[in-house]
């Protein structure tokens, strides 16, 4: 089975424009996350999708949003870019995102705000 | 309060040896799952071992296994003959309730093997 494939792998922006990201989950799995790293705030759940519907919401400004389609594929968008959003954007996915399920996670996408 | 203590930011071991990455983890639900992740410098979160909270086995898979201690509230991870490739960062992470939930990931440790 082909992992978690995120697009693209890098990204520079200017401060104040949108950024959208993309996710391809693992082929049945229905439930994606997506995930912010930082060095100052590690790892920080930003949302979950499950067929299509937002089920959870980390702490982040509205800003950030996401989707997720009838394939189970996910975009994550970020709007008016400030400098502190730079950071390792994680997708991850799993079969039910049920609490016994281990998230699978891509590569990926790093993020630079200029 | 943090929810997964990792305090061991930095480890050194020699190939072939055995380490114990420590974790700790604070939840009042009776449900909950911890995980195990390694992040080499690629950056590529790979997921390692999964105990759960009703689990009465400590759970294994391969070189690692969790040593689960649920009154101690905690979750340290063993790696079994330690490799070159063992080099990365580890995260230790848990979930509470049951679906669609956060992973809450410590700070992470990083271990570095020798030869």
């Known amino acids: 089975k082909a992992g978690v494939t995120q697009t693209p792998r890098y990204l520079i922006k200017t401060r104040g424009q949108q950024v959208t990201l993309s996710c391809s989950p693992i082929?049945?799995?229905?439930?994606v996350s997506w995930y912010q790293q930082t060095p100052g705030q590690g790892l920080q759940f930003l949302f979950e999708y499950f067929s299509e519907t937002q089920r959870n919401k980390g702490n982040f400004p509205g800003r950030f949003s996401g989707r997720q389609f009838s394939n189970s594929r996910s975009e994550m968008n970020v709007s008016t870019l400030e400098l502190g959003d730079s950071a390792l954007y994680l997708c991850a996915s799993s079969p039910d995102g049920t609490l016994n399920s281990p998230l699978h996670f891509g590569n990926g996408t790093r993020l630079t705000v200029t | 309060a943090q929810k997964i203590t990792q305090t061991q930011p930095g480890m050194f071991v020699q190939e072939k040896e055995a380490v114990t990455l420590d974790c700790t983890y604070d939840t009042s639900d009776q449900s909950y799952g911890l995980f195990w992740y390694k992040q080499p410098s690629s950056g590529e979160m790979i997921f390692l071992i999964y105990q759960g909270s009703y689990d009465e086995q400590n759970a294994t898979e391969g070189r690692y296994s969790l040593n689960f201690q649920k009154a101690r509230k905690s979750a340290n991870l063993v790696i079994s003959a330690s490799q070159l490739g063992d080099s990365a960062m580890y995260f230790c992470a848990m979930r509470e309730g049951w679906a669609g939930t956060a992973l809450i990931f410590g700070k992470g440790t990083t271990l570095s093997v020798s030869s």
């Open positions: 082929s049945g799995h229905r439930s």
